[in-house]
């Protein structure tokens, strides 16, 4: 029955992240937003994200905006399933997919002949909700700060992005994903959770403590070990 115990969740950690909340504040091209969650499982975690990202990159003859929201979901494994504190290291996977809009706009200026006097117009084009999809694997932290407050980092290599919908270019910038040149890249984010339990876990013991004492007593009254009082080599 214990052992069934441990996989009832005992509560949900909501958190979010800090380097995309100072974005908002000091960047002016990259506003991105996420907020994630987990729920235990003995020693799995089910993870959830969301996130919101507006892109913006302006240049002397372009002006590229990439708008949209995106989720991932998947399961960590925690390598501190004895630690309890509730604190994760983990190695996971994770499915992303996000909808985005984009659009380009142009100056029609010749770049070579600039002096042809042909009037200058501004020319647009647009990727309007585009389906992304990606997967990536993951590693990181969650650590106990003091009360049920957490704080931690997770590393991500994304690989495999795919889009469909109404594209009439290539997709620049992705929501979740980032800058869509590779079929694989880099994320990392820092972030800040707070845990709400709603039943006492329950911890397995230390790795090293499972051993079987072959001097204990089982519930009979008889030995563990050989019968003669000797432990085994």
């Not at 969301?50 to 390598?79: C, I, K, P």
């Not at 659009?103 to 990727?127: D, H, K, M, V, Y």
């Not at 620049?172 to 845990?195: C, K, T």
């Amino acid at each position: 029955m214990a052992q069934k115990e441990r996989y009832i969740p005992s509560g949900i950690r909501f958190g979010a992240d800090l380097p995309s909340l100072a974005n908002q504040a000091f960047s002016q091209n990259l506003k991105p937003v996420e907020f994630t969650t987990d729920i235990d499982f003995g020693s799995f975690f089910l993870v959830a994200d969301y996130g919101n990202v507006v892109f913006t990159q302006n240049e002397a003859l372009h002006n590229y905006q990439s708008s949209g929201s995106y989720m991932r979901v998947g399961f960590d494994y925690n390598f501190l399933d004895t630690d309890t504190s509730n604190s994760v290291l983990f190695f996971g996977l994770r499915l992303g997919r996000g909808r985005t809009n984009e659009t380009l706009s142009f100056s029609s200026i010749n770049n070579i002949e600039r002096n042809t006097g042909w009037p200058e117009t501004t020319l647009q084009t647009a990727n309007n909700g585009l389906r992304t999809s990606w997967f990536e694997f993951v590693t990181g932290t969650r650590i106990r700060i003091f009360d049920e407050f957490y704080m931690g980092f997770t590393i991500r290599y994304k690989i495999s992005p795919r889009y469909r919908g109404n594209e009439t270019l290539r997709p620049y910038y992705l929501p979740g994903f980032g800058r869509n040149i590779d079929e694989s890249s880099w994320g990392f984010g820092y972030y800040i959770y707070y845990r709400i339990p709603w039943k006492k876990k329950i911890f397995p013991a230390p790795r090293e403590s499972r051993q079987v004492d072959p001097n204990a007593t089982n519930e009979n009254g008889n030995r563990n070990g050989n019968g003669m009082g000797q432990p085994f080599p």
